[in-house]
């Protein structure tokens, strides 16, 4: 089957802006560096996808600051990188095309935010037969308000987020229990 694919989703400058609200896992950047030193240390395929905003005021723009990759995630020359215009990476790219290529059929997803980007993209990934682990602990969202009103913390989205993706899309694992299963197995 090969190595599993570390998938960053989304890491970039634009998500450190307060335009945004409370967010929850702050140290999500840390575990996903983590993670993807280990994939760079052994030389396993990873995929950096980037978010193009369509629209002019968002600081996910390519006009804005916002776009650019924060720092460590940029990718380097021998890693693939993915530039999205919607939630999902595989709708408008060749992701599926190159994960076929290149043969892979395991993806490890980091990334931001966990009911947005990170959920679409986990939900398509499953639907197209890919072997998904989400790091719970390497992904992050920010509070949101309901269709009524309501104001839902940016952790209970991000559980229920979560617990929506589980046994029905993907496993849902910390970094270092991915860390502990990938280094214990090979």
């Known amino acids: ?19 945004w609200g ?21 030389h396993w395929p990873i995929i950096h996808v980037q978010h193009s905003s ?37 709708i408008g790219t060749e992701l599926d095309l190159f994960l076929k290529k290149e043969n892979i059929q395991s993806l490890i997803i980091v990334g931001l935010t966990t009911n947005h980007c990170v959920s679409t993209t986990v939900r398509m990934a499953a639907n197209l037969q890919y072997d998904v682990t989400v790091v719970h602990d390497a992904t992050a969202c920010f509070e949101t308000e309901s269709f009524d009103g309501s104001l839902y913390s940016a952790e ?3 559980h229920l987020s979560l617990t929506n993706l589980h046994k029905e899309f993907a496993c849902i694992h910390s970094c270092d229990e991915v860390i502990k299963q990938l280094t214990t197995v090979r």
Request: hydrophobic share 35%; charged share 20%.
């Open 1 to 19: 089957m090969g190595n599993p694919c570390l998938l960053l989703i989304d890491f970039q400058m634009g998500f450190q802006f307060p335009i």
């Open 22 to 42: 409370r967010r929850n896992n702050e140290g999500a950047e840390e575990k996903a560096l983590s993670l993807l030193s280990l994939w760079r240390d052994k």
């Open 54 to 90: 369509t629209y002019s005021e968002s600081p996910l723009h390519p006009g804005s600051n916002g776009f650019h990759f924060m720092e460590g995630f940029e990718p380097l020359p021998n890693e693939k990188h993915i530039v999205k215009e919607v939630n999902s990476a595989f």
């Open 156 to 158: 209970s989205i991000h």
